[in-house]
């Protein structure tokens, strides 16, 4: 299986504050990963998939980069609704692992 | 709307069997991969596995192998996940997900999660 570790498990920020989560990924994944974001007590949401391509709806403020093993999430300029947790995923192999999870708090 | 609506929440004693589902709702179900999603309290997402209800095509994470069944229905438009002997440590959050046609295989429409509490 494809691990994914992520860092940090925990961030601390406040609201204007420009955040960036790392995914990195066991072996070569090409460009094939995807974000999500997940608030307690809601279905998951997807923000973005080949690395760096934002989901119709997806404010323009959340960004991906990244390909082969390292990959990084960025919020430029955090809103309120943006505290939640994040996670990775990859989408190269089977199993389709996810990473642990990054929780951004509110400073 | 496209939408994936799951089964109720579940509480169950150790032992018992399980089936809980997801119906698709405008869009047809059968022509998408749907993945089973858990997250167990206070931890991380993990991908249990996924199928293709058009043809039954399964794929299953190592870890969920051989503990818990995928199987869909196309001429309902639902997939389920269950299990023939619950354990205290199958108690989570369960979601299905659609596999995206577009997005490099993401999931982006998901259910609104299944609660199964399994205590004696």
């Known amino acids: 299986d494809i691990q994914l570790t992520q860092s940090p498990s925990f961030l601390s920020a406040s609201v204007g504050d420009r955040v960036t989560i790392t995914c990195r990924a066991s072996q070569g994944i090409s460009s094939y990963l995807a974000w999500y974001q997940h608030k307690p007590g809601k279905a998951p949401k997807f923000l973005i998939y080949?690395?760096?391509t934002l989901h119709t709806g997806v404010p323009s403020r959340f960004s991906g980069t990244g390909s082969g093993t390292e990959f990084t999430l960025t919020i430029s300029s955090l809103q309120p609704e943006d505290f939640a947790t994040y996670y990775c995923?990859?989408?190269?192999?089977?199993?389709?692992?996810f990473g642990q999870g990054t929780k951004l708090e509110i400073k | 709307e496209v939408q994936l609506v799951q089964s109720g929440a579940e509480v169950k004693k150790p032992g018992e069997s399980l089936k809980i589902s997801c119906k698709g709702s405008e869009y047809n179900l059968a022509t998408y991969y749907i993945g089973w999603v858990r997250q167990m309290p206070g931890k991380g997402l993990e991908w249990m596995g996924m199928i293709h209800p058009a043809d039954s095509d399964t794929n299953y994470s190592p870890t969920f192998q051989g503990q818990v069944t995928i199987s869909a229905d196309k001429s309902i438009t639902t997939a389920y996940l269950q299990w023939s002997s619950l354990k205290a440590s199958d108690t989570a959050i369960y979601y299905c997900?659609?596999?995206?046609?577009?997005?490099?295989?993401?999931?982006?429409?998901w259910g609104q999660g299944t609660m199964v509490t399994v205590f004696s």
């Open positions: 995923q990859q989408l190269n192999s089977y199993p389709y692992t």
């Open positions: 080949a690395a760096s």
């Open positions: 997900a659609r596999r995206s046609a577009l997005s490099e295989g993401a999931f982006d429409v």
